[in-house]
Structures are given as structure tokens and as C-alpha cells.
């Protein structure tokens, strides 16, 4: 049995993978790495239907999320359950983090950034802040979780760590090829963008190019870019 993934993207919400990084993970799955989500929240605020409950809208946003992953060649999808807005950095949910990782041992993490200014959905800071501290150092130390050795989860050292919506961006995804399968991935968010119209697409298409202005290439996804110390 093999239950190690190339890549893991940790995200607060369903939809926020392809918005941050949809073009990047489609590009990766061709190249043939192993991708698995780990999304954090049900989403289950995120209407403003009154008929909508968040029973249903639970229901609704997973399985929205999993044809999305699927689209873009995402091998596996793993919902925490917490409810929407409600992520806290406490020891609990870092240690829910550090499970994932020790189960999948993925080298790469892609997660949210926790330091954005200002107005940023609070789950994506507390989201980005307790990924990063589980990687360094509470998934690598094995003193950290007697309990997870016990149950025959062993540290693992994650590599590299790559966060969307950041301000300071070092790293640039040339995503010209799978711009329209990213697209493709975001409206199997019916719930969210069901009525994302021709010319949102072609406002965040502009975005997208202003990314990867004086590159060689048209379109871009942008990234922090972490190295972790080996
Ligand atoms: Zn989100």
C-alpha cells in the first residue's frame, strides 16, 4: 500500500483551491505528480439563498469540490468537516494538520497565506498560520506526538511550501495551457460561481496576465515560495 502523495493542497474552503492555484495543480497532475486536497471547512456559509440551509449546502459544496478535483487530475480529496469561518490556531486543529501530513508524506504543501493584509477571510489566515507551523516543526519532531507514534504515524519532513493569495510573490506558474480547465474546475462550483458571467472570466483572465507580465509566457498563477531548512 502506498499512500504517499507528490503534493498536498490544504485549503480553508472548497473552491479556494482552483481559485488559488486551479492552473498550477492541473499542470502538475499532467506531469504526473500525485495530488491530494485537504479542505479544511465545509464551506457551509457560503450562500445567500434563504432557502439554502448549511445542512444542504454542505452536501452541495463537496461534492462541487470533488468533480473540480477530479477535472484537474486530483487523485484524492479528504474534507476535515470543520464548520465554515470557524478555523482557530489552536493545538487541535495544528494536530489535525500533522496527521494529514504524516498519513500522506507529501513534499510539497500548497496552502493559503497567512500574512495578507487587511480584509482576508479570517479562515484563510488561521488556515495558512496552522499549516505552516504543523510542517515546521510539529510534523517533523517525533517528540511532538507520542500518541501519533503509537498509532505508527512517523514524522515526515515536508520540502517545499508554496502559498497563494500573498502579497510578496517569488514564484511564477506558467499556467497558459491550463487556463481552461482551471476555468472549467471553478464552475463546477455551481454554488459559488454559477453566475460567474463571459466577462468576469475575461476581468480575471487580465489578472492572470498581469501576473505573468514580463514573462515568457501569457498566463500565471503567483506563489511564496518556501524551502524548509533540510
Ligand atoms: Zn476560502
Given at each position: 500500500m502506498c499512500d504517499d502523495y507528490d503534493i498536498m493542497l490544504i485549503a480553508p474552503h472548497p473552491d479556494d483551491p482552483e481559485f488559488g492555484a486551479g492552473g498550477t495543480v492541473a499542470a502538475w497532475a499532467a506531469d504526473g505528480k500525485s495530488i491530494i486536497y485537504i479542505i479544511c471547512t465545509n464551506g457551509n456559509?457560503?450562500?445567500?439563498d434563504i432557502e439554502m440551509t448549511a445542512e444542504k449546502l454542505t452536501y452541495i459544496r463537496e461534492e462541487e469540490q470533488r468533480e473540480a478535483a477530479k477535472m484537474l487530475g486530483v487523485k484524492k480529496v479528504v474534507f476535515l468537516g470543520h464548520d465554515d469561518q470557524s478555523l482557530e490556531d489552536t493545538p487541535a486543529f495544528r494536530k489535525e494538520i500533522v496527521v494529514q501530513i504524516r498519513t500522506y508524506k507529501p513534499g510539497v504543501v500548497i496552502t493559503t497565506d497567512p500574512?495578507?493584509?487587511?480584509?482576508?477571510?479570517r479562515d484563510h489566515r488561521i488556515c495558512g498560520q496552522a499549516v505552516m507551523d504543523a510542517i515546521f516543526p510539529c510534523a517533523r519532531d517525533r517528540l511532538a506526538y507520542p500518541d501519533l507514534i503509537e498509532a505508527?504515524?512517523?514524522p515526515h519532513k515536508v520540502k517545499e511550501i508554496y502559498f497563494f493569495?500573498?502579497?510578496?510573490?517569488?514564484?511564477?506558474?506558467?499556467?497558459?495551457?491550463?487556463f481552461a480547465v482551471k476555468m472549467a474546475a471553478l464552475r463546477c462550483h455551481?454554488?459559488?460561481?454559477?453566475?460567474f458571467t463571459q466577462?468576469?472570466?475575461?476581468?480575471?483572465?487580465?489578472?492572470?496576465?498581469?501576473?505573468?507580465?514580463?514573462?515568457?509566457?501569457?498566463?500565471?498563477?503567483?506563489f511564496f515560495r518556501v524551502v524548509l531548512p533540510l
Open positions: 456559509k457560503g450562500s445567500s500574512y495578507r493584509r487587511y480584509v482576508w477571510h505508527g504515524l512517523e493569495g500573498a502579497e510578496h510573490t517569488n514564484y511564477f506558474s506558467d499556467i497558459s495551457s491550463t455551481k454554488s459559488q460561481v454559477g453566475k466577462e468576469q472570466e475575461d476581468n480575471y483572465r487580465k489578472v492572470l496576465a498581469k501576473n505573468a507580465e514580463g514573462q515568457a509566457y501569457e498566463l500565471a498563477e503567483t
